[in-house]
């Protein structure tokens, strides 16, 4: 099975900043790669999908970037409704899907 | 609107069973394969299973293979997963996910319902 890590496991920041979320996976997954935001209680949300592409609605301030087994995740100037829990997925070949941790980002 | 809503979650004490319902509304589930997904308290989600778009294979994950079984029924736009042989460890909340194939990513999640075995 393949394994994904994220880092860091939580981060502080305040409005306006930029952050990056990093996920590596055990293996290389070529581009199969999603990004999902977690508010608290609620499920998680599809951000962005094949590593880089933003799912119709979500902000330009969102982007992702990678291949193989290294991706990132930035926010650029955080707004205060991205501070959630954000996860990475993997889809290549064969089941089952995994997802990352996550990491949880606070207002500072 | 496109929505997934789960629904039979509850307490269960082990051994015993639970029956999860899934119903889509504002699409029509046959076109996609159908997941469970699963997320304990303070954990990132874990896949559980998978079935195909006319019910014809379905895939597990090895904790629950053998216990867990992934039906739909695309008549009345509904999926299923019927929980034997609960364990604590099952414990979680379980959401109804759709698969999108042309993104290869889970694009449609519904609210979840919680399970807990005790």
């Known amino acids: 099975d393949i394994q994904m890590t994220q880092s860091p496991s939580s981060l502080s920041a305040s409005v306006g900043d930029t952050v990056t979320i990093t996920c590596r996976a055990s293996?290389?997954?070529?581009?199969?790669l999603s990004w999902y935001q977690q508010r608290q209680g609620e499920a998680p949300k599809l951000l962005i999908y094949s590593v880089s592409n933003l799912k119709s609605g979500v902000p330009s301030r969102f982007s992702g970037t990678g291949s193989g087994t290294n991706f990132t995740l930035t926010i650029s100037s955080l707004q205060p409704e991205d501070f959630a829990t954000y996860f990475c997925?993997?889809?290549?070949?064969?089941?089952?899907?995994?997802f990352g941790p996550g990491t949880k980002l606070e207002i500072k | 609107q496109v929505q997934l809503v789960e629904s039979g979650g509850g307490v269960g004490q082990p051994g015993k069973s639970l029956r999860l319902s899934c119903e889509a509304s504002g699409f029509t589930i046959s076109r996609s394969p159908m997941h469970w997904v699963r997320q304990a308290p303070g954990k990132g989600p874990e896949w559980v299973a998978v079935i195909s778009f006319d019910g014809r294979n379905a895939y597990y994950r090895d904790t629950v293979e053998g216990r867990f079984t992934i039906t739909r029924d695309n008549s009345k736009n509904m999926v299923f997963l019927q929980m034997n042989g609960l364990k604590t460890e099952d414990t979680a909340i379980y959401y109804c996910?759709?698969?999108?194939?042309?993104?290869?990513?889970?694009?449609?999640w519904g609210q979840g319902t919680m399970v807990t075995v005790s």
């Open positions: 997925q993997q889809s290549y070949n064969t089941l089952p899907y995994s």
């Open positions: 996910a759709k698969f999108e194939l042309g993104v290869s990513a889970f694009d449609v």
């Open positions: 293996q290389s997954i070529r581009t199969f």
